[in-house]
């Protein structure tokens, strides 16, 4: 491939990510069907089912599903160069939205129909919260083992102050400790149930 | 200096936020927290604003923590910090494995991790409860865990996404309380 060849592809990456990031409200799954469209159907990117695994490993790193998406299908079409430029598709709209609702915000909080908006939206997010705390505690609380991991968490978190990253850690450490015993085959298959049967 | 805390936090949790979107609150909240960037109830709006506006939500919340913090250059080195390690690692994992998620090991660790990730984010919810006065150790405010109850049943049984359920709940904020 040409220098210029390349340079038209990754001007192509991050325009296709750059239109994609200003209608996926809400981030990650919602810009699954759209995705597909954009890197499947219109431009032949990657086949179809592809994407399932993409998103598999987008999912399990770090990160923004949706960020970690364009990163790895920037990655496989042009390298390094292609992996950033997806990145910045992704990120740049939303970031110039994002200042001028802060900058409004800020500057419009006091107010009181403002105020009474959010007494009302506080809850709301406490809710989302909670219904992020389902969605993953359904794959997450599989068995008696990953409850009271769940439980022990809950209480580390509520009474001793830890950095977050050290409980990962030790979450992380204690799979793999229990997982060595020989539970792996019940949790791939349980997980893999959860996966096609949750939503 | 604000700056350069502002980047260390965010390439912190930008390699410690597993799960993504809502699931990416607690660290960031750990680290605001720490920091004195927002105080709890702002940064709950901040989240609202992230949920109602396009794009990931743990982006979103980056660049309005950051803006909040120090402006403008603030914004940019905070959505730079979250999303360098995922690029990092997302290039490492395409090297090393095509197919990290079938990894024996790594299963064995999300095995432990996701629970965690679950304690975690419930621990973030009663956090958030307790700070925009929602429930207390004497008192609970019933308008407000009304319209937690509400929203979650919505969340849970209808198809309405997210950010139109908490434009909702703005509307029957400003309804209720103006």
Redesign the interface.
């Known amino acids: 491939m040409g220098e210029g060849s390349k340079f038209t592809l990754i001007w192509k990456v991050f325009l296709t990510f750059l239109k994609i990031s200003p209608i996926t409200f809400g981030g990650g799954y919602a810009m699954i069907p759209l995705l597909e469209k954009a890197i499947a159907e219109k431009n032949r990117w990657v086949k179809k089912g592809e994407i399932a695994d993409i998103l598999a490993v987008a999912q399990t790193v770090p990160g923004s599903i949706a960020v970690n998406t364009a990163t790895f299908i920037g990655y496989r079409l042009a390298g390094i160069s292609g992996a950033i430029s997806a990145t910045l598709g992704i990120i740049a709209p939303t970031f110039f939205m994002i200042i001028l609702l802060a900058a409004l915000f800020l500057g419009f909080q006091h107010e009181p129909l403002v105020h009474a908006a959010f007494l009302g939206i506080r809850p709301t997010i406490v809710a989302l919260i909670l219904l992020a705390a389902f969605k993953i505690g359904k794959t997450a609380v599989i068995d008696k083992t990953t409850l009271f991991l769940t439980a022990a968490s809950l209480l580390v978190f509520l009474f001793v102050p830890v950095q977050p990253i050290f409980v990962l850690l030790c979450g992380a450490l204690a799979g793999i400790i229990l997982q060595a015993k020989g539970k792996s085959k019940q949790f791939v298959e349980n997980y893999e149930h959860a996966k096609t049967g949750g939503k | 200096m604000v700056l350069w805390n502002l980047f260390v936090s965010f390439i912190?949790i930008?390699?410690?936020?597993?799960?993504?979107?809502?699931?990416?609150?607690?660290?960031i909240q750990?680290e605001v927290e720490k920091h004195g960037w927002l105080s709890v109830?702002q940064f709950?709006?901040v989240?609202?604003?992230?949920?109602?506006?396009?794009?990931?939500?743990?982006?979103?919340a980056a660049?309005?923590v950051g803006?909040?913090a120090g402006g403008?250059s603030g914004?940019?080195i905070a959505?730079l910090a979250?999303?360098v390690?995922?690029?990092i690692?997302?290039?490492l994992?395409?090297l090393v494995f095509t197919?990290?998620?079938h990894q024996?090991?790594?299963?064995?660790?999300?095995?432990?991790?996701?629970?965690?990730?679950?304690?975690?984010?419930?621990?973030?919810?009663?956090q958030?409860?307790i700070q925009?006065n929602?429930i207390g150790i004497h008192h609970f405010h019933v308008t407000?865990?009304l319209?937690?109850?509400v929203?979650?049943g919505l969340?849970?049984f209808t198809r309405l996404?997210?950010?139109f359920?908490?434009l909702l709940?703005?509307?029957?904020?400003?309804i209720?309380?103006?």
């Open positions: 912190k930008g390699f410690v936020s597993f799960g993504g979107g809502y699931a990416m609150i607690p660290v750990y109830q709950t709006d989240i609202a604003i992230s949920g109602m506006s396009p794009g990931p939500i743990a982006a979103n660049v309005f803006y909040k403008i914004a940019i959505i979250i999303s390690p995922s690029l690692i997302v290039l994992v395409s197919k990290v998620q024996p090991m790594i299963q064995s660790a999300f095995y432990g991790l996701r629970p965690v990730i679950t304690g975690m984010i419930i621990f973030a919810a009663v958030f409860a925009n929602l407000s865990l319209f937690l109850f929203s979650l969340l849970l996404h997210p950010a359920v908490i709940s703005g509307i029957a904020g400003i209720v309380y103006f």
